[in-house]
């Protein structure tokens, strides 16, 4: 049985989660930057967007990278937490495992991916284009932050509750 401090540990963790959802998926189809060409030509791009672009361009490895490290490892990375944050659930070694190591690659995949393909259109525009930047970018920001910040807090609650071995 959960003492009340962890079943309200839970239910915060569980909020905070549905939170991060929501604004991951605002932050997938929210634009996050205007590139404006010789003042005429303006593109919007989303992080579903730029992938899509990437893809008809026949970009595919770039698609792919960006659309795992982008779209699926948060997504996979919510599921896990969702099903672990239930209060029924003790969790299994093999699954603290898994999450450990989502927490400890997956922070640096999703930033380092988005940061690369921002500089890789800044660099292909060169002087031609300006950027504008978008609120999708913060909300996309702040949800990826939101994630780490839950998986970390899960990890610790879920470490606690597991037996120690004597020493």
């Known amino acids: 049985m959960l003492s009340s401090h962890h079943q309200h540990r839970y239910v915060q963790l569980r909020w905070l989660l549905v939170i991060s959802?929501?604004?991951?998926?605002?932050g997938l189809f929210l634009p996050m930057l205007t590139i404006t060409q010789f003042i005429v030509i303006r593109?919007?791009?989303?992080?579903?967007?730029?992938?899509?672009?990437?893809?008809?361009?026949?970009?595919?490895?770039l698609f792919i990278?960006?659309?795992?490290?982008?779209v699926?490892?948060?997504l996979t990375k919510i599921a896990l937490l969702f099903k672990l944050l239930q209060n029924d659930n003790?969790?299994?070694?093999i699954k603290m495992k898994l999450l450990r190591l989502i927490h400890d690659y997956g922070r640096w995949a999703m930033l380092d991916v988005m940061v690369v393909a921002m500089l890789i259109v800044t660099v292909k525009m060169g002087a031609i284009a300006s950027i504008q930047i978008h609120p999708g970018l913060y909300v996309f920001g702040v949800a990826v932050?939101?994630?780490?910040?839950?998986?970390?807090?899960?990890?610790?609650?879920?470490?606690?509750q597991q037996p120690h071995p004597s020493r």
């Open 21 to 26: 959802s929501i604004l991951l998926i605002a």
């Open 90 to 93: 003790r969790p299994h070694p």
């Open 72 to 74: 699926m490892v948060p």
């Open 145 to 160: 932050l939101l994630i780490m910040l839950t998986t970390q807090s899960t990890v610790k609650l879920l470490e606690n």
């Open 65 to 70: 990278v960006i659309a795992c490290f982008s």
């Open 43 to 61: 593109n919007d791009f989303s992080v579903i967007s730029g992938i899509t672009e990437l893809w008809k361009a026949g970009q595919y490895i």
